[in-house]
């Protein structure tokens, strides 16, 4: 996708702000690479507008390409969709905690049920007991039972004649009685969505009453995810889903459709058979596959460093040829104030090490720099730009706005002095960066 936009984008003129034709020609793009990574079309729709809306007029920074910064925009976007990072199981309730998994046929409610027992009894050191509730497929009870001898996590003893709401009860009962933590409910899915699952589900989760409800999904569920999870969350109420086969070759689509529709969010993932295979949900991962790119978030990563080290370029630049104004030192002031921002400004220049003790050595702490920043603020922009101009009459008005005396404007003026002749020095001479703010 991103050669894709890159191409479109790069033979556009390109530069200064995106324009609203520029975006389309992306989206396009965009909303291509979403249905071939499955996303629902409704989806897909809502998703582009909100795009197009922040694409519209952005700036596009010199260092990077329009198309990077649409791929920026666009992988932003589908993150803040997707949900935020560690979003768990929340187990903060009365033991035994009920959690319950619903879902279609084969989608990998037991396999999953066995990944969840497992990581909650070796990582979380809970007791765990899981139930089938799977009374259509003699094999389902089975087929957990033997996941629980293999992992030495206990399973509920298998009643025959039972429905599932009553061995949802019996499995609770059982789980007070023993002293488990947490009770795990797999429930029997249908291979298509259809009313008897979703009113058992509705029944088993009324006399449950689990803690979690857990749709557990298909990543290489297509356009019907929409409809999956939009069902489950109406007639049975979700706390959260389950990406299953995240190993396969699905791109994630499903993913945010569901996530879109619901607005619940994604807890854990499926990278495989065994029950190991278990994995936190984390947006960026599935951004990339969604956008059909390996490398789509260190491109975005990219983008993003060269978005901040241009903007100090920038000031650096004005700086080497003299031009360095008040502007560029209340700007200068903040991002001392940040000492994030001081790294990143100072460490385009020379001298970075011995910088720190001239700082401590100036007194410049983060309470003197705001107050300069205040002086500077109380300037009109002609007096940012010339200071010259600023004779008594001025610095007195300007001492009052700020709140301050004439004494310390004057003395902001020596230390703007100093740094402009130093700053164009720089590019000869051979003083330490700060040596005129040490004067100061
Ligand atoms: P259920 O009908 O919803 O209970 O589904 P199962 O748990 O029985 O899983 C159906 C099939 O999918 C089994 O063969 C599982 O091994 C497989 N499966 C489940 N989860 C995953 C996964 O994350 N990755 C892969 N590759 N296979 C999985
Ligand atoms: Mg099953």
Same mark, same amino acid.
């Given at each position: 996708?991103?050669?894709?936009?890159?191409?479109?984008?790069?033979?556009?003129?390109?530069?200064?702000?995106?324009?609203?034709?520029?975006?389309?020609?992306?989206?396009?793009?965009?909303?291509?690479?979403?249905?071939?990574?499955?996303?629902?079309?409704?989806?897909?729709?809502?998703?582009?507008?909100?795009?197009?809306?922040?694409?519209?007029?952005?700036?596009?920074?010199?260092?990077?390409?329009?198309?990077?910064?649409?791929?920026?925009?666009?992988?932003?976007?589908?993150?803040?969709?997707?949900?935020?990072?560690?979003?768990?199981?929340?187990?903060?309730?009365?033991?035994?905690?009920?959690?319950?998994?619903?879902?279609?046929?084969?989608?990998?409610?037991?396999?999953?049920?066995?990944?969840?027992?497992?990581?909650?009894?070796?990582?979380?050191?809970?007791?765990?007991?899981?139930?089938?509730?799977?009374?259509?497929?003699?094999?389902?009870?089975?087929?957990?039972?033997?996941?629980?001898?293999?992992?030495?996590?206990?399973?509920?003893?298998?009643?025959?004649?039972?429905?599932? $709401?009553?061995?949802?009860?019996?499995? #609770?009962? &059982?789980?007070? /009685?023993? !002293?488990? =933590?947490? *009770?795990? %409910?797999?429930? +029997?899915?249908?291979?298509?969505?259809?009313?008897?699952?979703?009113?058992?589900?509705?029944?088993?989760?009324?006399? $449950?009453?689990?803690?979690?409800?857990? #749709?557990? &999904?298909?990543? /290489?569920? !297509?356009? =019907?995810? *929409?409809? %999956?999870?939009? +069902?489950?969350?109406?007639?049975?109420?979700?706390?959260?889903?389950?990406?299953?086969?995240?190993?396969?070759?699905?791109?994630?689509?499903?993913?945010?459709?569901?996530? &879109?529709?619901?607005?619940?969010?994604?807890?854990?993932?499926?990278?495989?058979?065994?029950?190991?295979?278990?994995?936190?949900?984390?947006?960026?991962?599935?951004?990339?596959?969604?956008?059909?790119?390996?490398?789509?978030?260190?491109?975005?990563?990219? &983008?993003?460093?060269?978005?901040?080290?241009?903007?100090?370029?920038?000031?650096?630049?004005?700086?080497?040829?003299?031009?360095?104004?008040?502007?560029?030192?209340?700007?200068?002031?903040?991002?001392?104030?940040?000492?994030?921002?001081?790294?990143?400004?100072?460490?385009?220049?020379?001298?970075?090490?011995?910088?720190?003790?001239?700082?401590?050595?100036?007194?410049?702490?983060?309470?003197?720099?705001?107050?300069?920043?205040?002086?500077?603020?109380?300037?009109?922009?002609?007096?940012?730009?010339?200071?010259?101009?600023?004779?008594?009459?001025?610095?007195?008005?300007?001492?009052?706005?700020?709140?301050?005396?004439?004494?310390?404007?004057?003395?902001?003026?020596?230390?703007?002095?100093?740094?402009?002749?130093?700053?164009?020095?720089?590019?000869?001479?051979?003083?330490?960066?700060?040596?005129?703010?040490?004067?100061?």
């Amino acid at each position: 996708l991103s050669e894709k936009l890159g191409g479109i984008l790069d033979r556009l003129t390109g530069r200064g702000s995106l324009s609203e034709a520029d975006v389309d020609a992306a989206m396009r793009e965009v909303r291509r690479a979403l249905l071939e990574a499955d996303v629902a079309l409704e989806v897909v729709r809502s998703f582009i507008e909100r795009v197009r809306e922040q694409a519209v007029g952005a700036t596009v920074v010199k260092s990077v390409t329009p198309g990077q910064m649409v791929v920026k925009i666009v992988h932003d976007e589908l993150v803040a969709t997707l949900g935020a990072d560690g979003q768990t199981i929340d187990l903060n309730a009365v033991p035994p905690v009920a959690i319950m998994m619903v879902g279609l046929q084969g989608s990998g409610k037991t396999t999953t049920t066995a990944k969840l027992a497992r990581r909650m009894t070796q990582r979380d050191k809970r007791k765990v007991l899981m139930a089938s509730l799977d009374i259509y497929r003699p094999a389902a009870m089975e087929q957990l039972a033997v996941l629980g001898r293999d992992l030495d996590i206990p399973t509920l003893p298998i009643v025959t004649g039972q429905k599932p $709401a009553q061995i949802a009860k019996r499995a #609770l009962e &059982a789980g007070k /009685l023993g !002293g488990y =933590d947490v *009770v795990l %409910l797999d429930t +029997a899915g249908r291979t298509t969505l259809d009313e008897e699952m979703m009113s058992e589900a509705a029944e088993i989760k009324a006399t $449950a009453n689990p803690h979690e409800v857990l #749709l557990v &999904a298909d990543s /290489l569920t !297509g356009q =019907d995810a *929409v409809n %999956l999870a939009r +069902a489950f969350d109406q007639r049975v109420g979700l706390t959260g889903i389950v990406l299953t086969r995240v190993d396969g070759d699905g791109r994630g689509g499903a993913a945010l459709s569901m996530r &879109a529709v619901t607005g619940k969010p994604i807890k854990l993932i499926g990278t495989g058979e065994k029950t190991d295979a278990l994995e936190d949900f984390h947006p960026s991962r599935i951004a990339g596959r969604i956008l059909g790119m390996g490398d789509v978030v260190s491109l975005v990563e990219r &983008a993003a460093a060269n978005i901040d080290a241009e903007k100090a370029a920038r000031t650096a630049e004005r700086m080497r040829k003299g031009q360095f104004d008040l502007n560029d030192m209340r700007e200068q002031l903040l991002q001392m104030a940040n000492m994030g921002g001081i790294s990143g400004l100072m460490g385009m220049m020379p001298g970075i090490a011995k910088m720190k003790n001239q700082i401590a050595a100036a007194g410049i702490d983060e309470k003197i720099l705001k107050r300069q920043v205040a002086i500077i603020d109380s300037m009109t922009r002609a007096e940012r730009k010339n200071p010259d101009i600023l004779k008594a009459s001025r610095k007195k008005r300007i001492a009052a706005g700020a709140g301050q005396n004439v004494e310390q404007v004057n003395k902001l003026l020596k230390m703007h002095r100093n740094m402009a002749d130093m700053m164009k020095a720089m590019g000869s001479g051979k003083r330490g960066p700060l040596a005129g703010i040490a004067q100061a």
